[in-house]
């Protein structure tokens, strides 16, 4: 692996990571591919979206088909048929918001399958081998992701395990094709990232992720919380904010200086009818739309904008067709893919402050959906 | 309008139909795309299985989002984004297998919505009005379409009613870019059959549909009625019939000399998960593909036999993703207009009836779903 810082704009960077399956630009958002595909999506339509990487899910993988399976199969981008990198997640997040029963302690989390209620059991050794098994570009660490309502005393327990189990993660890792990275937690107690990221540091990855953001606290409380936590990580090494989030909420952490992003709102919002411009939230369900003979976006040139209307897609919602998900989920992900060019673009050509300020602005000025949720739950 | 025959093997027809949006060559299959979409698939998807022409439901369209809106929108191709030929249904087919309530009398039937309903009403001339909205290249007559244990008595009561909507409908017609096709009827009472054509050829359309097949009868008895009711249309101008059915239902049509066929089975059942093969139904959710790399045919060129395993695909079904669906059933339209694509040649070559014995021998030999439904009952 390499990365390559290109450009700097005040913290926002703009760098090149070269892994095992190809070269990604940064800034970078990856889409989710939770289950071995991103919802509604073929990959010949995730790479028209222009996407570079794309996310998958270890706990939901490991549940089904099983990550031994997967293996068998010639590995995850055999598997799904995507021959560009992949990120794989840890699973622990999915242990906090998905699974029942959960016991964490040093050795283990274990805790029963929100599939079927089988007893599991998730340690930094076993997560590492389902990730080789998988065999991502990039796996992640196991950690502990405590919600933002935490106290310190706990925070401050979750931290110390997370640092434990990274030793024994790159302890237990044999793929020189694949690039583990550390997570740092700490909430919003900087003084806890800062131990975090420098324990972290202290292991040598290849790159860092901000996990435990998102997670309940406040937009406001994560942005003053992510520029300070970002600069604990080394200028040299990819910085990866997890679970993030709204398009504005990539923007502004572009401005702490992360690199790297995913989330699940493009599609999830994309099946529930609700598309991402520019302007804001466009509710196609609304009735406001069902002669509109205009695009979701004018200019956006994804194959739903170029070829569709909002009263067609108005249309296949209303009827419950399956386009009308797979059309909406397509526009949004080519939406964050295109956000993230834009925001490459503006740092390249020194631009960054003043396009910062004009898409927040002008988002700010947008209607947006309360049901938002930057989180991937399921 | 312009049909070629280009060669003949028996009964058994190759032509070439020149619509409005282009040429078709027939025997030809036509997608279904019910409400304005074949299900799961996009326009793009629906050209790379080799479509020529698809069906769009008139019933359907009219209750949601309307054929005024659509003629607003600039037609039924402007508004899903389909450039070649479309042949819209009457809706005749729905008000029997979907609506409440209805009534049917020389003047017109009326109906109550399936999704709402609204009391509604179709006349012979409200049909053609509609399908000219739609824009479509072919328009079908409005039909009286008994199931096939009638009496001989109401079924010569719907024959000469289909005949006197048939005149109705051609009078009605005002478009010079749309196509208008009269409708046999008849069930399997052959001097019927042969009456209703007779009236029909008389009123001279540029084609003929065979109506009321595949409504209850036995493939065998539909078979036996096929051919002589096939008999009694003109050489020179295309024949369609209408809903029908199974690859080997369709190799037995071609041999008494259809030309078009619709049915909504290869997107049906994709979407539960079967898939057509020379040798015989896959139910990919069956246990013993969760380890099977191989394609779902081998030997097929379309994307999901191309790119995915039937393992891959088996694990999307169980997990409940969009994708599954949509590669199943993009494979399925794809086995059938390969199988009329075979036929064509088989037709040209002269070595049709070596084909068909050998097709439907195989087909015979494999093994099949009992749930298969020929007919669109939504």
Same mark, same amino acid.
């Given at each position: ?25 940064? %800034? ?118 405590? %919600? ?85 990580? %080394? ?57 509109? +003979? ?30 009308? %998900? ?38 700010? +000025? ?13």
């Amino acid at each position: 692996m390499t990365f390559q810082l290109l450009a700097t704009d005040g913290p926002a960077r703009r760098g090149l990571l070269t892994l095992a399956h190809g070269t990604v630009e940064t %800034p970078i958002f990856m889409p989710v591919g939770t289950q071995a595909t991103v919802k509604g999506l073929t990959p010949q339509h995730i790479r028209d979206c222009g996407a570079q990487i794309i996310l998958g899910n270890t706990y939901h993988l490991t549940l089904r088909p099983g990550d031994e399976l997967i293996r068998d199969m010639g590995g995850l981008h055999r598997f799904m048929s995507w021959d560009r990198p992949i990120l794989t997640d840890s699973g622990g997040y999915q242990v906090y918001s998905l699974a029942h029963s959960r016991k964490i302690t040093d050795q283990a989390a274990t805790f029963r399958s929100h599939i079927d209620g089988a007893l599991l059991e998730l340690t930094p050794e076993r997560v590492v081998a389902i990730q080789e098994n998988l065999g991502s570009d990039i796996a992640m660490c196991l950690d502990e992701c405590p %919600p933002a309502d935490t106290p310190r005393d706990y925070m401050t327990v979750a931290v110390e395990r997370t640092i434990r189990w990274a030793e024994r993660c790159k302890s237990a890792a044999t793929r020189p094709d694949q690039q583990l990275f550390g997570i740092v937690q700490g909430g919003t107690f900087l003084d806890l990232r800062e131990h975090c990221a420098r324990e972290l540091i202290a292991l040598d990855f290849p790159g860092y992720a901000l996990g435990g953001f998102s997670v309940g606290e406040t937009a406001a409380q994560m942005v003053a919380a992510l520029g300070p936590s970002a600069s604990f990580l %080394p200028a040299n090494k990819p910085r990866y904010l997890m679970g993030v989030g709204r398009p504005e909420d990539i923007v502004a952490a572009i401005d702490c200086g992360i690199d790297m992003f995913d989330c699940v709102m493009p599609t999830r919002n994309g099946r529930n009818a609700l598309a991402f411009t520019d302007e804001g939230a466009i509710k196609i369900r609304n009735a406001k739309h069902k002669r509109d +003979s205009g695009p979701l976006e004018s200019g956006c040139a994804c194959y739903t904008c170029k070829e569709f209307s909002r009263a067609y897609l108005h249309h296949l919602f209303m009827a419950d067709e399956m386009l009308g %998900p797979t059309l909406v989920s397509l526009h949004n992900v080519t939406y964050y893919l295109r956000l993230v060019a834009r925001c490459r673009e503006a740092i390249e050509s020194g631009r960054w402050t003043a396009f910062r300020s004009a898409y927040l602005a002008r988002r700010a +000025s947008g209607v947006y959906d309360e049901s938002f949720d930057g989180k991937e739950m399921t």
